[in-house]
């Protein structure tokens, strides 16, 4: 499993759907746009990988991680998507405004994946540092967007 690795891109292919036909929403937040950018790259990467066709994915920008939980919803209602993934990163500030957005966001993702029927994936990562974000970004943890990809490809298998 990823995690026993600590690396975040690894992980087993064993019970993977065919998705070679399905349509993925992406929505990357602009807040902390360097790593969410590498977390897209990432995310896309991994579907491009499980033969998801690139007109298949649907691409969409909000400015920070708070809007995700708005833009999945449009997504989700949507008969054209098939599953969201949702792409974010809150570092921890001076303030607890972070854990007002993580909390908000996370139970927002899954009101609106139970009210759908639908994946909706959080791939938003909580760091308390920026250097924390970009080792799952890329760096020496891997990239959570791909974990965030695959987990929406997995899913699909319900
Ligand atoms: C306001 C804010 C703060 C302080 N920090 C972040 C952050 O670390 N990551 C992020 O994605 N967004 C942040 N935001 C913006 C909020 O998500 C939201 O866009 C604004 O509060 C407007 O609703």
Not at 36 to 59: C, H, M, P, S
Not at 139 to 155: C, F, L, R, S, Y
Request: charged share 20%.
């Amino acid at each position: 499993m990823s995690s026993a690795h600590k690396n975040l891109s690894i992980f087993s292919s064993e019970n993977v759907p065919d998705v070679s036909h399905r349509r993925f929403a992406i929505i990357v937040a602009e807040w902390n746009e360097e790593i969410t950018e590498a977390l897209a790259k990432g995310a896309v990467k991994t579907l491009l990988q499980y033969k998801v066709e690139e007109e298949n994915i649907v691409r969409v920008n909000v400015p920070g991680s708070y809007e995700l939980t708005f833009a999945a919803q449009k997504m989700a209602q949507r008969t054209d998507i098939d599953a969201v993934i949702c792409i974010g990163c809150v570092i921890q500030g001076e303030t607890k405004h972070n854990d007002y957005i993580n909390h908000a966001v996370a139970q927002g993702l899954t009101t609106v994946s139970l009210k759908y029927d639908k994946p909706v994936i959080f791939g938003v990562l909580t760091p308390n540092t920026e250097q924390q974000a970009l080792d799952r970004a890329g760096g020496i943890h891997g990239n959570k967007g791909d974990e965030a990809a695959i987990t929406a490809v997995k899913m699909l298998g319900f």
